[in-house]
């Protein structure tokens, strides 16, 4: 018997892409609030965070394979630099959205503008820089097949 996962049949866990972005369901649970209920900045990240990784295996790009050099030499993103704001907060048992949006895949950098939001409210928003870089930490180029792959998908803004 197979799983769902082995036979192709749930792309839900990894959101999904529509009008140019890729858009990733979250909950809020207990541990990403603090003690009144409303979620700590931190868990913000960590929503971003699983936004873009997805929003990378969506494009078929796997970090297990970067690592361990499926596409030339191996290869690993590191956040560089995000610029955030907070804008609302969100409350335990809250259904969210992350918006994740390329607006840039050149040479060793990929730009990301993300957002979360319940319904139309905006409550967290991101531009994130991402490196990609050598396991010695030292810049590398994107394999031009990868940058495709990102773009494929989602036309950058």
């Known amino acids: 018997m197979t799983t769902r996962e082995e036979d192709g049949r749930w792309p839900d866990l990894a959101g999904r892409i529509e009008e140019g972005r890729h858009v990733l369901p979250v909950r809020v649970y207990y541990e990403d609030t603090d003690f009144t209920g409303v ?17 990378l295996r969506l494009c078929g790009v796997h970090h297990n394979e970067l690592a361990a050099g499926a596409h030339g030499e191996p290869l690993a993103f590191a956040v560089r630099h995000m610029e955030i704001d907070f804008h609302a907060p969100a409350r335990i048992d809250d259904r969210l959205e992350v ?17 979360v939001r319940r319904a139309e409210v ?7 820089t991402v490196a990609v870089i050598s396991p010695q930490g030292r810049p590398r180029r994107l394999p031009p097949a990868l940058a495709a792959r990102l773009t494929a998908d989602i036309a950058p803004s």
């Open 99 to 115: 918006a994740t949006r390329l607006t840039e895949a050149r040479g060793a950098r990929i730009v990301l503008n993300q957002e």
């Open 122 to 128: 905006l409550l967290f928003s991101a531009l994130v």
């Open 39 to 55: 979620v700590y900045h931190a868990a913000y990240l960590k929503f971003a965070e699983r936004g873009r990784s997805d929003f």
